[in-house]
């Protein structure tokens, strides 16, 4: 089994507090890991960190260069772009220029000449997602993807993210909600790795 994503020792922290440590789990192609915890936890911080957007204060992550994609709470879409101009700057930027598949996946077809700023949350959220369709990247970083998205939509995004998977892909997901994605994904309870240590520093940095 080959492995995309390897996790070791853990430690993570945001605003002078240790939020989780110890962390350590393996991703491998074909597999999804679905994490949840409660709020305030470090769900979004720890995705993040994985996801090289910012450091971790201790541990190692071992991923080939260039391995994520992430999307977060924020959709991300330029309001004055249409829906299919909005998919065409990340495909160039991604060097894929077939949006088509992107579109069609999220039943974006209608919508593709209307203008990302007329969308409602849900087409935007579906909108969002279709950029890791066009990323090039094999592993899927998502946090909270089904936020937004109707039934027949959170349908899409499982059949998305399966065939993702079958393709040889992986995904980490954080979700309250529930995803059906077959016997290749496996829930992690964050919770288990919850930091009992003191603040660190200052706690002067940033909140990221």
Known sequence: MFMVLSVQDLCIARSGQVL????????AAGQALIFKGPNGLGKTTFLRVISGLQPALS?????????????????????SLTVAE??????????NQNIDTALSA??????????????????????????????????????????????ASVTQLEEVIKQHLQNGGAALIVTHGHLDLGPSCKTV???????????YGDGAEAFL
Not at 62 to 79: C, I, L, N, Q, R
Not at 115 to 141: D, E, H, T, Y
């Open 106 to 151: 999220f039943g974006l077809n209608d919508l593709k000449s209307r203008f990302a700023g007329l969308l409602s949350a849900g087409q935007k959220r579906r909108l969002c997602l279709a950029r890791m369709l066009i990323s090039n990247r094999p592993v899927w970083v998502l946090d909270e993807p089904s936020v937004s998205l109707d039934t």
């Open 86 to 95: 909005n998919l065409q700057f990340w495909a160039d930027i991604f060097d």
């Open 59 to 79: 541990g190692k992550i071992h991923a080939k260069e260039d391995s994520f994609a992430y999307t977060a709470h924020a959709d991300g879409v330029k309001p």
């Open 20 to 27: 989780m440590t110890d962390v350590n789990f393996e991703l």
């Open 189 to 199: 309870n964050l919770g288990e790795y919850k930091s009992n240590r003191a603040v």
